[in-house]
């Protein structure tokens, strides 16, 4: 400009190009529903379009803080929820493809991003003025004339700014910062190690003979497995859940089930390629520090004063109610399965590589019901069916397939979801199987969620698992806890689609209610209405035989011990971490060990997550001391879920009360009110004992 000024004549230069141009962050998305563009994002739109968003939200939030006007619900609480549109923008696609297609790149961005979000978090929840803004409204806020919705997000927002540390002075605000930023950091880096642990865990089999007792399913996933790692003509099992488990329960190879054990088991560990025992002891000390300048006494107390259960001493009280008896029948199991060890002619103990192939021999014999046989019956496509068709019954939605709508990966499948009188409700995006890029396990997110704070948003919603692959003429096969934990995610995406906030904020939840909705839909995986819907042969469309119906229904509660004991070990290991202090000499496998040793965890059995690859406790935030959410909201939903066995599986009133007092609301009501006004009584511990089969 400088040039052209001076009336100098410039040669012609081919324009450079950048990040900055045509970032497709800083366009409309005229996609179908305003579906992200994945093909037109790369990598290096990232950071320049965070980069952005952050300064564009810092001038939101310091317009509303340096209002000379006085403060109103409308220009301070609501105006910080309109806020920040390109940074939700921004962060709904890439903290999405982190966790379901990242590479090394992508998460040498999320280290440095981290970074940049923890400041921006702090400062803005450390803006005085701004907090002042809406402590004056706090303190008033009886008097203000709130709707209940308003009532909520003013109470909801306050606690934001106080949890972070609002009322402490700037010295304790600076250490705090320092704080939470090296928390995200050594977060990140924990759940990067144990991505790179699981990926680099391959046991490869090249000898037909090594495969003695696996089914047709497992072996064909192996070699698909083998095939998509550069290994063609061999087979291949790793440390998913997808391949781990069913290697387990079939192997007659015991060598080779004690190498598989063992090399899950070992993922993290100290002196491995990816120990995170020193990060574990960090992240520990990290949040006790900052717990005790919030005020609280341990990381656990400062995570639960947001929660249902209020206080450590209740989760405690409530792992310890339902541990005694799993445990007592986990003991019982145990001799089953060494009974039927001897019948084989066997004298070795029982080993925790035994436990999954006795447990379904065991099964077998009781229930004339092995996993082998049911497998086939599980085709994915039919089971995702099947979970639409139970949306369709409880609440009249239909799901219609597009493929020309852009996804992050081939596998991805889009579906629009549209409501019983034909309006549109959302889209839902079904990603279901495993690769090097995608963290192991199972969860729903969305890439967009529903408001109306500033005209209407509807929700883009993702379930993200990790099952294996078809291969040749046999398609992708679940087993029944692979069925049952699609069905759990979609119950996710079902709460998530059909939320009716008015304001962003409130879709985030109390994090120990957050599991009740999806637990309450696994319920209707295996009723034998919905198995009679989607349970078909994949080569015959043979259904699920009534005889074997009956005996899924009779062995569901057969191995409850073992499953209950192997969560809830890690559920109390979780709260024990993280109430009790650590110090540099801390070794993580003694202490571990100690902790297990305390609550009389029997040796046949491993703790669910080892510390060095728990993920849940050490891997992000929200988890952390909140592993035993899962069993509180399968608590609530276990009574919830006998009032549609007491008044019909499908009873529309109660299908109407359901999304109207919990689906639909979300965090904008207290989850124990919501809960009380669908049950119509408080909780009771009775019915998950009942499901459990952990009943006298």
Known sequence: ????????????????????????????????????????????????????????????????????????????????????????????????????HSNDEMRAIQSEISAMFSRHTNDTLFNKKLFDRVDALYQKRDSLGLNAEQQRMLWRTHLDFTRAGANLDEAAKAELAKLNEEISGLTIKFGQNVLAATNAFEMVVDK????????????????????????????????????????????????????????????????????????????????????????????????MADRMMGHPDRAFELLNRIWAPALEKAKEERAMLQAMVREEGHDFDLQPWDWWHYAEKVRKAKYDLDEQAVKPYFVLNNVRDGAFKTANKLWGLTFKQRTDIDTYHEDVQVFEVYEKDGSYLG????????????????????????????????????????????????????????????????????????????????????????????????????????????????????????????????????NQGFATVEYVSAALMDMMWHTRKISDDTDVAAF?????????????????????????????????????????????????????????????????????????PRGARDPMEMFEEFKGRPYKLDAILEARGLTD
């Open 592 to 664: 571990e060990k100690s902790l297990l040793d305390e609550i009389g965890l029997i040796d046949e059995i491993v703790v669910r997550y080892r510390t060095p690859y728990f993920n849940h406790a050490f891997g992000g935030a929200a988890y952390a001391a909140g592993y035993y959410t899962y069993l509180w909201s399968e608590v609530l939903s276990a009574d919830a879920y006998a009032t549609f066995s007491e008044e019909g599986l499908f009873n529309q009133e109660v299908a109407a009360r359901l999304r109207t007092s919990i689906l639909e």
């Open 1 to 100: 400009m400088a040039a052209a000024l001076m009336g100098l004549a410039l040669p012609m230069m081919a324009p450079m190009t950048t990040a900055e141009d045509n970032n497709p962050f800083f366009e409309e998305w005229t996609t179908p529903h305003g579906a992200p563009p994945f093909s037109n994002i790369e990598n290096a739109h990232y950071k320049p379009a965070f980069e952005r968003a952050f300064a564009e939200n810092r001038a939101e939030i310091n317009a509303i803080a340096n209002n000379p006007a006085a403060p109103t619900f409308e220009n301070t609480i609501a105006a910080l929820d309109k806020g920040g549109k390109l940074l939700n923008k921004v962060s709904g696609v890439f903290y999405n493809l982190t966790s379901s």
């Open 427 to 558: 889209l839902f995006l079904a990603d279901y199987h495993p690769r090097a890029s995608k963290r192991g396990g199972a969860w729903n997110n969305s890439f967009r969620a529903q408001t109306k704070v500033d005209g209407k948003v509807t929700p883009i919603v993702v379930n993200v698992m990790s099952f294996p692959k078809g291969s040749g003429d046999v398609p992708p096969l679940l087993s029944a806890d692979n069925a049952s934990t699609l069905f759990h995610e979609f119950g996710h995406a079902m709460h998530t689609l059909m939320s009716e906030v008015t304001y962003g904020r409130l879709n985030s939840l109390a994090w120990d209610f957050v599991e009740f909705p999806s637990q309450i839909f696994e319920g209707w995986a295996f009723e034998p209405e919905m198995l009679r819907e989607y349970a078909k042969h994949y080569k015959t469309g043979e259904v699920l035989p009534e005889s074997m119906i009956e005996r899924m229904e009779a062995a569901s509660k057969f």
């Open 208 to 303: 037909e003979a090594d495969l003695a007792g696996l089914p047709d399913f497992v072996i064909a996933a192996a070699a698909s497995t083998a095939e998509d790692r550069g290994q063609p003509g061999k087979w291949m099992f790793t440390s998913t859940r997808s391949s781990f488990t069913p290697f387990m329960t079939f192997s007659t190879r015991r060598d080779l089930r004690e190498k598989m054990h063992k090399g899950y088991m070992a993922r993290g560990e100290k002196g491995s390629a990816h120990d995170n025992t020193g990060l574990v002891k960090q992240i520990l000390k990290a949040r006790q520090k900052r717990a005790e300048l919030l005020g609280y006494k341990n990381h656990a107390e400062f995570q």
